[in-house]
């Protein structure tokens, strides 16, 4: 099965999407969603495009309970396969009628699993036998009491104490860093064009915007280009750390100045 390269890095607003995703999909809302990381409904509509596109998000399917389902029987056969022929073998494990999942391991024996549902035993094996067939050694196989998910904890945007200041941080080589960050509504730096908020001292000459993300759009900032709250502003620092930045587009401005 094909592996994607993607050069997208997922920033906390990415994974606040994935995490929900993956625990409820069915009952996942963009404006839900879109409240909870304070920015609009079609910054999250244009994240899950993204993400779709990237190959990070690959599909969206439905968990099936088989033996409520009709009585039937779901059976994992553990296969050892080469690895020079294991992704096209998956492929025609895939496509034998009654399988429903198939997994490829690295390394090691029992590098394929295959997950097939049928009737009645006489179905499954048949299905061992088409897996014979095409050249797939069945090591072990066993029938499948139940099957539990859960979404990725480290994904989860309230599993710790606080959810961080800035939707993301790099350091760059010496004092440079870049933050990404979302625009509060009531930001020193909102409704301002970036001239305006520069000549203000709200944007000092060591800091300079590279990028705005607006809704489904990706804005190339000008000094006329005026900063909306719920906009994703990405901030290069030349000075390194990253305060001053989340002060201007975070902090309210009834909030003092810490000198």
Do not use: W
């Amino acid at each position: 099965m094909p592996h994607h390269t993607t050069d997208h890095r997922l920033d906390e607003i990415d994974r606040r999407v994935l995490h929900a995703l993956m625990d409820d999909a069915r009952n996942t809302s963009a404006s839900t969603l879109a409240a909870e990381a304070g920015v609009s409904g079609a910054t999250i509509r244009n994240r899950i495009h993204k993400l779709e596109d990237a190959g990070i998000i690959r599909g969206y399917t439905t968990q099936v309970d088989f033996e409520l389902a009709g009585g039937k029987l779901t059976n994992l056969y553990l296969c050892d396969v080469p690895v020079t022929a294991r992704e096209a073998l998956a492929y025609e494990a895939r496509a034998i009628p009654g399988v429903i999942n198939v997994r490829t391991l690295m390394t090691g024996r029992r590098n394929l699993h295959v997950l097939a549902v049928g009737d009645n035993t006489s179905d499954l094996r048949r299905v061992a036998r088409r897996l014979t067939d095409i050249g797939i050694h069945i090591e072990d196989e066993d029938l499948v009491e139940e099957e539990l998910f859960a979404p990725y904890d480290p994904f989860d945007p309230d599993d710790g104490e606080q959810t961080p200041e800035a939707n993301d941080f790099i350091s760059l080589t010496g004092n440079a860093s870049v933050v990404e960050v979302t625009v509060k509504t009531d930001a020193p730096i909102a409704n301002l064009t970036l001239e305006d908020a520069s000549q203000q001292g709200i944007l000092d000459e060591e800091m300079l915007v590279i990028a705005i993300e607006r809704d489904d759009l990706e804005l190339t900032p000008h000094g006329d280009t005026v900063v909306q709250p719920d906009d994703i502003v990405t901030v290069l620092s030349r000075a390194g750390g990253d305060a001053a930045a989340l002060s201007a587009f975070r902090k309210s401005r009834s909030e003092p100045t810490t000198q």
